[in-house]
């Protein structure tokens, strides 16, 4: 397809979200269109429509670049709510994860009460990957940040652009580039908060279909199959027991259990164990975690170890995947103005490849600004020590921008 037709495209899309942004119109109240990114290079756009019990989602992809289609399917869902809690949903989507687990994208079916990913995992419709689409997390930003290669970063052909910060207690934020030069920022947590359910077993997710590939590259390129199960109970005595397991058609099937509990004022407790056969042979996992928090004090740990035959869908094809992940947060309440925050990350691979991270931030507001200051160390030989200070203040409410990067519009009589 010519240039001028690409350009066409891009200028269709891009006067069509200018026109619902300005243009009184008469549509069903349950349409809506929304653009993201519109530039003369990328511009992916959304349409759906919702009904009370559910709605249908299709996203899609234009550009200018030579080097992917003009046109790009992204996701194609839809969601079907039977009652006040359980949804079906057939199309892409997203896999649940658990506590130990790896969430890909897919294209099938998906049914259950909660679909919910970590809030740790990144996630973002600009960037193109490499492979079957696994979604990293945002410990693995941390890692990829100082080692650009033997990561599930690398692995997806992803980078993180640039020094990261810590804004805040066990906080993230960061720039992600894919390998055609798109970006996306991210902020979020280090660790994700250990869960709690209500007795019972009424939380749960099933999912099964054939993982996406070569993701904001092509339209429908879908690999082997896939099935994922989560199923969350509460238990006798408090605790939350957690079922999972993972299946990668003649590459790696896992199953793990995990538990959790509160422990009064003390905080929350957390132990995962799981096992996986692949490739390369029959392998174990084990995962601990504590979460304390106060209005003065936050803490939170996860420690990981697990055997050198090990699998999960983001190392199938790792020589020497990890071997050990430490994870620490540390937040504290100086004043009520004043708080500092503290990060440590450990990684050693079974080929003894070790990276150890540490960062400190204080942030400070005054007024209406915030002062911003974090300092980060890696011990790593060609990578050394970093220090940002930053400044903000609101002048004044922002403008409306007419091209903003996300807008969303509903079409209303």
Known sequence: MNSRLRTALLTVAAALHGACANVPVTAPEDLSI???????????????????????????????????????????????RLDDDETLRIGDTVSTSGMWGTAVRYGGLQFGTYFEPRRDIVISDRLATSGTAVLPSAADALFASVRRDQTLFARQALSVDGALSIPGPNTVSFVARDAFGRSDTFTAPIIENI?????????FSLGLGKVRR?????????????????????????????????????????????????????????????????EAGSGSLTRIGFDHENSLFNFKVRSLKQSRAFRDLGDVATEHPIMSRDLASVGVKISEN?????????????????????????????????????????????????????????????????????DEVELAP
């Open 34 to 80: 929304r653009t993201n990114m519109v530039s003369p290079r990328y511009s992916s756009i959304n349409a759906s429509v919702l009904r009370e019990d559910g709605g249908f989602d299709h996203t899609f992809a234009a550009s200018l670049d030579k080097q992917v289609d003009t046109l790009t399917r992204l996701e194609s869902r839809y969601t079907y």
């Open 195 to 203: 869960r709690l359910v209500e007795p019972g077993c009424n939380d």
């Open 214 to 278: 070569d993701y904001a590259v092509k339209s429908n390129d879908y690999g082997p199959m896939f099935a994922n199960a989560t199923v969350t109970c509460g238990g006798p005595f408090g605790l939350t027991i957690e079922g999972h397991g993972e299946y990668l058609a003649d590459e790696v099937t896992a199953f793990g259990i995990g538990v959790a509990r509160r422990l009064g004022a003390l905080g929350t407790a957390s132990v995962a164990i799981a096992s996986s056969r692949a």
């Open 338 to 406: 004043s708080s500092l925050a503290l990060a440590y990350a450990t990684q050693v691979t079974w080929d003894d490849e070790r990276i150890n991270l540490i960062s400190l931030s204080q942030r400070t507001n005054i007024g209406h600004a915030s002062l911003s200051m974090t300092a980060g160390h890696s011990l790593e030989d060609n990578f050394g020590s970093s220090v940002f200070i930053s400044y903000k203040r609101p002048f004044a409410p922002p403008p409306r921008r007419a091209d903003s990067d996300i």
